[in-house]
C-alpha cells in the first residue's frame, strides 16, 4: 500500500534500518528454505495463512472484533477458488514481511503497493486494483485546487509513503510527516496544514466517515497497482493466486465486490457518517488493556527473577559467567527492544528451526529486555547498602551466599522498590511495541479504532486514559510496600 | 600458649604501607588497649586479626591457625573472633534479637528454639532483654553498640575485638557500654581495644600498646606506658589526649 514504507533505504529512524537489517538477514536465510507449501500448487483441503494490517479502511479494517473489508472478501474468495481454509493474522506493517520471509504466512493481501523495491524481494499476484495519490483540503479553503496549488504551503503525509514521491517533484511545498494519515488529516482539519496528500481510496473513505469539512482537491494525481504479495520462491503459489484472480475476474464475482465497495450506491452509504459506539470502542481497548496487563505482568513475574540472577552473576568469583552477565546487560540494554521482539520472532525460529507463537515470543522477548533492566537496578541496589553490613556478617562467619540472603539482599530490595515501579511501568507501555508482531495489546486496539472509525480524537485520549488507569495502581501498591518496609526500619 | 600471635606484620593497600611490620603476642584473658594518633594503623590491626585484611607480609596466628586468603579457614577464623565495630554496623531490616541469633541460626546451625534462648541470655547480658524485639533505628546508639556486643558474643568468640565502640556515641552513653565491656574482662574474656578512653585504659587493659605510623612504638602495663611514658612520641600523644 502505498502510504505504507518504500523500501528500506528510505527508512528514517534507526529503529527501522535495523528492521530491514533483520529483513535482510531473513531473506537471505529464508529463500530457498523451509517447506514451500504452496510448491505443489494444489491447496485443496489446507489452510492458506494470509497476513494484513487491518488499520486501512475500506481495504482492511476491524469491526466489532471481526476482520472486515475489500481485501479480506478477496482473500476468502480465492481461497474458495483455491478449495482452502483461509486463516488471517491481524499484525503491523512493519512486521508484515518480514513474517511473510519467516514462513509465518504464505499471503500478504493488504493493499500493498506494487513498486520497483519492493519486487526485489517479494513476489506479486497480477495487480488488482489501481490506486493513486489524492490531495486533500479543507471545504472553506477554495484556493486548494490540485496539488500545484500547494506550492509555497505546507502539505501533511503519512511518514514513507509514496506520497513522498510526489512531493519531491514539488520542492517548494513544505511537506510535514505523520505516523498515519488520520493524524494528519486531523491537523489539516485543525488548520495547520494547508493539504493533505495520501493513497485516494482510503482518503475518500476517511473523509466520508469522520472528517467533516475536508473534501478531495482535484483528481488522482498518479496510478498505482495493489497486488498480493508472497516469497519469491513460490511460482507455484503465484500461479493458483493469478488463475483464480482470473476466475473470479471471468465469473463476474471480482466485478460484484468492487461494486459493493467502490460502487455508486457505495459512496453514497459511506456518505453518512457514523457516530462513535462508545460502548464498543470501550470494550475493544479494555479487551487491549487485558492483554498488555497479561503481557506485562508475565514479563515482570519472569524479568524479575532473571533480572536479579543476572545482577548476581555479575558478582561471583568465576569471571566468565560474570562477563557473561555484563554481556547479558549491555547488549539487551543497547539495542531497541522493537529490533530485540523482530529477532526473536522473526529470525530466531530460523535460527534455531523452532516456531515460537506471538504470544510467546512477546512474553519472551519483553522478559529478556525488562530482565537487564531490572538487573541494572538490583546491581544499583545492592552497591547502595553500606559496605559495613557485609564486613559485620563476614566477622560472624557467614558465607558470602549467605551474607548477600540474608543481610544485602533484604536491605537492597528495600532501595529498588522505586526504580523497580518506574520499570514496571515503563514495561507496560513498552509492551505497546509488540503490535509489530500481531499481538492486539491496547495500543494496537487503539490504532484499528482510530482508523476504522476515522476519529482519532475520540480514541487516542481514551487510549491514554486507560494507560494511567493501569500504571496508577502500580505506582499505589509500591508506595504502600515502601511506607511498610519503612515502618520496620 | 598465646592466643595471638603476630609476627613482622605488613600490610599494603598498593602502594601505601599502612603496617610497617607489627610483632604482638596476646595471652588468653588479656586485655590489650591499643592506643595511637590517627591512621596509624590500629584498625587494620584488628582487621588483620579478625581475617577481614589479609597480611602483605608476616604472619598472623589465632588460637593456632594462621591468617591466609584461603575462604574456608577466614570463615573458620571470623567464627571465632568478634568484631565490634565503631558504627555498630547492626542489620538495619532485622530485629534486635534477630540480629543476634542470625549468625547462630545460619552459621552454627542451632534451631529457632535454642537460638532464641541463646539470643535473649545475651541481650540479657547487655541489659538489653527488654528491648529484644525493637528494630536497629528505635535504639539509642549505646543500646544499638551493646547489642552489636551481644551478636558478637553470640558466637561465643575465643577473642573480642573492639575497634572504638564508643567513638561514635553521645558522652552520656558511652559509661553504658565501657560497663559492658569491662564485666566482660572480668569473666576472662581476652579482648583487643582500640579506644581513647584513659580511664578504662587504666582500669581494666592488663597491657597498653601504643602505635605509631604502622609500627608498635611503646607497650607495657598501662601505668607505666599511660603515666611514665619513655619515648617521646607517646609523651606528645597522651599530653594532646589530655588537654582536648
Ligand atoms: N581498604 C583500604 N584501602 C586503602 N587505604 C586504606 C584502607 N584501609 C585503611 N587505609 C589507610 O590506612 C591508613 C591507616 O588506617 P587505619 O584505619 O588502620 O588507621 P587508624 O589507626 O585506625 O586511624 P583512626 O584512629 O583514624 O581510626 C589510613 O591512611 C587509611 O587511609
Ligand atoms: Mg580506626
New binding site residues.
Given amino acids: 500500500m502505498s502510504r505504507r514504507r518504500l523500501s528500506c533505504r528510505q527508512a528514517h529512524t534507526p529503529g527501522l534500518a535495523l528492521l530491514c537489517l533483520v529483513w535482510g538477514v531473513l531473506v537471505l536465510l529464508g529463500c530457498g528454505r523451509g517447506e514451500a507449501p504452496g510448491s505443489r500448487g494444489d491447496w485443496k483441503g489446507r489452510t492458506l495463512r494470509i497476513g494484513t494490517d487491518a488499520t486501512y479502511p475500506p481495504f482492511e479494517s476491524v469491526k466489532d472484533g471481526e476482520l472486515v473489508g475489500f481485501d479480506i472478501e478477496l482473500g476468502a474468495l480465492i481461497a474458495e477458488e483455491l478449495g482452502a481454509k483461509v486463516a488471517w493474522t491481524n499484525t503491523s506493517f512493519d512486521g508484515v514481511f518480514p513474517a511473510l520471509m519467516a514462513g509465518k504466512f504464505d499471503l500478504v493481501i493488504s493493499a500493498v503497493t506494487i513498486t520497483p523495491e519492493r519486487q526485489q524481494r517479494l513476489g506479486f499476484s497480477a495487480p488488482y486494483y489501481t490506486a493513486g495519490q489524492l490531495v486533500v483540503a479543507r471545504e472553506a479553503d477554495t484556493a486548494v485546487t490540485g496539488i500545484e496549488s500547494l506550492r509555497g504551503k505546507t502539505a501533511g503525509i503519512q511518514i514513507n509513503t509514496s506520497a513522498s514521491l510526489v512531493l519531491e517533484k514539488f520542492p517548494d511545498i513544505e511537506v510535514r510527516q505523520y505516523p498515519s494519515i488520520d493524524l494528519a488529516l486531523q491537523d489539516l482539519r485543525n488548520g495547520n496544514l494547508a493539504g493533505a496528500v495520501g493513497d485516494g481510496p482510503t482518503l475518500r473513505y476517511f473523509l466520508a466517515h469522520g472528517f467533516q469539512g475536508l473534501r478531495a482537491a482535484g483528481g488522482m494525481l498518479t496510478e498505482e497497482h495493489y497486488g498480493i504479495a508472497m516469497r519469491p520462491d513460490d511460482p507455484a503459489l503465484r500461479e493458483a493466486v493469478n488463475a483464480a484472480l482470473q476466475r473470479l475476474r471471468d465469473s463476474g464475482k471480482f466485478a460484484a465486490l468492487e461494486e459493493r465497495y467502490f460502487g455508486e450506491a457505495a459512496q453514497k452509504a459511506q456518505a453518512t457518517p457514523q457516530a462513535v459506539p462508545w460502548g464498543k470502542v470501550t470494550w475493544r481497548l479494555a479487551q487491549g488493556l487485558g492483554l498488555t496487563l497479561g503481557l506485562t505482568v508475565l514479563a515482570l513475574i519472569s524479568g524479575l527473577p532473571l533480572g536479579l540472577a543476572v545482577a548476581l552473576g555479575r558478582r561471583v568469583r568465576f569471571r566468565p559467567l560474570a562477563w557473561l552477565c555484563a554481556a547479558y546487560v549491555e547488549g539487551l540494554r543497547g539495542t531497541p527492544l522493537l529490533v530485540q521482539i523482530i529477532f526473536i520472532y522473526y529470525a530466531l525460529p530460523q535460527l534455531l528451526g523452532v516456531d515460537l507463537a506471538p504470544m510467546l515470543a512477546a512474553v519472551l522477548a519483553l522478559t529478556l529486555n525488562s530482565a537487564a533492566y531490572v538487573a541494572e537496578i538490583f546491581r544499583a541496589g545492592i552497591a547502595s547498602v553500606d559496605a559495613g553490613q557485609e564486613e559485620a556478617a563476614r566477622a560472624l562467619g557467614m558465607g558470602r551466599a549467605q551474607v548477600m540472603r540474608y543481610v544485602i539482599l533484604p536491605q537492597a530490595v528495600r532501595n529498588v522498590l522505586p526504580p523497580l515501579t518506574n520499570e514496571g511501568i515503563a514495561l507496560l507501555k513498552d509492551s505497546s511495541l509488540v503490535s509489530i508482531i500481531g499481538m492486539a495489546e491496547l495500543t494496537r486496539a487503539g490504532q484499528e479504532l482510530a482508523s476504522q472509525l476515522a476519529a482519532p480524537l475520540a480514541v487516542w485520549p481514551l487510549v491514554a486514559l486507560f494507560y494511567l488507569l493501569a500504571t496508577l495502581p502500580l505506582t499505589r501498591l509500591a508506595s504502600a510496600l515502601e511506607k511498610r518496609l519503612h515502618r520496620q526500619g | 600458649m598465646a592466643l595471638v600471635e603476630v609476627r613482622n606484620l605488613h600490610k599494603r593497600?598498593?602502594a601505601?604501607e599502612?603496617l610497617k611490620g607489627v610483632d604482638l603476642t596476646v595471652q588468653p584473658g588479656e586485655v590489650v588497649v591499643f592506643v595511637?594518633?590517627?591512621?596509624?594503623?590500629?584498625?587494620?590491626?584488628l582487621?588483620c586479626l579478625c581475617g577481614l585484611?589479609v597480611p602483605s607480609e608476616g604472619q598472623v596466628v589465632v588460637g593456632g591457625t594462621q591468617v591466609s586468603d584461603e575462604p574456608k579457614a577466614l570463615q573458620a577464623l571470623h567464627r571465632r573472633v568478634g568484631m565490634v565495630f565503631?558504627r555498630f554496623h547492626l542489620f538495619p531490616h532485622l530485629s534486635a534479637l534477630e540480629n543476634v541469633t542470625l549468625a547462630p541460626r545460619k552459621v552454627l546451625g542451632l534451631s529457632d528454639a535454642e537460638a532464641e534462648t541463646l539470643g535473649r541470655r545475651m541481650l540479657a547480658m547487655v541489659q538489653l532483654d527488654s528491648r529484644a524485639d525493637a528494630y536497629p533505628g528505635q535504639l539509642s546508639g549505646g543500646q544499638q553498640q551493646r547489642v552489636a556486643i551481644a551478636r558478637a558474643l553470640a558466637m561465643k568468640p575465643e577473642l573480642m575485638l573492639f575497634?572504638?565502640p564508643t567513638s561514635a556515641l553521645d558522652p552520656e552513653l558511652v559509661g553504658e557500654v565501657l560497663e559492658v565491656m569491662r564485666e566482660l574482662a572480668r569473666e576472662g574474656m581476652t579482648m583487643c581495644v582500640?579506644t581513647h578512653e584513659m580511664g578504662f585504659a587504666a582500669d581494666v587493659a592488663h597491657r597498653v600498646v601504643f602505635?605509631d605510623a604502622?609500627k608498635v612504638v611503646e607497650e607495657g602495663p598501662p601505668q607505666q606506658v599511660l603515666r611514665e611514658p619513655q619515648h617521646p612520641r607517646t609523651r606528645e600523644f597522651l599530653a594532646r589526649l589530655l588537654n582536648r
Fill in positions: 593497600f598498593g601505601l599502612v595511637g594518633p590517627s591512621g596509624c594503623g590500629k584498625s587494620t590491626l582487621r585484611e565503631q575497634d572504638e582500640v602505635m604502622g
